[in-house]
């Protein structure tokens, strides 16, 4: 069992910054990746950014150039740089852990993973 604790969200004006926290613990793969998505009502959940055990990230088209991502192996931790933030970055925003070493169509299942109780975030002026 993987338990996941989000941290960081918020209310901000447009343009401001948020810096979202994950950290994992219980029985954590040895290579896994960390992520997060995000729900906005009456959305469904959307991909935000992930990072793999081998530090490769990958961000949805909407938040490239404005969010990084981050991890500290160490302490079994995912970051989540927001900056200028904009109306439509307005969401619950849920924490993901998947394990690596499993089939394709499995790691790329979007409910794949330990998930989050998320956290949220607000962009209003």
């Known amino acids: 069992q993987v338990q996941l604790v989000e941290s960081g969200g918020g209310s901000v004006q447009p343009g401001g910054s948020l810096r979202l926290s994950c950290a994992a613990s219980?029985?954590?793969?040895?290579?896994?990746?960390m992520g997060w998505y995000r729900q906005a009502p009456g959305k469904q959940r959307e991909l935000v950014a992930t990072?793999?055990?081998?530090?490769?990230?990958k961000f949805a088209d909407s938040v490239k150039g404005r969010f990084t991502i981050s991890r500290d192996n160490a302490k079994n931790t995912v970051y989540l740089q927001m900056n200028n933030l904009a109306f439509e970055d307005t969401a619950v925003y849920y924490c993901?852990?998947?394990?690596?070493?499993?089939?394709?169509?499995?790691?790329?299942?979007?409910?794949?993973?330990?998930w989050g109780q998320g956290t949220q975030v607000t962009v209003s002026s």
């Open positions: 990072i793999t055990s081998a530090g490769r990230p």
């Open positions: 993901n852990l998947r394990a690596e070493l499993v089939p394709a169509r499995l790691y790329e299942s979007a409910d794949f993973g330990s």
């Open positions: 219980g029985n954590i793969f040895r290579t896994y990746t």
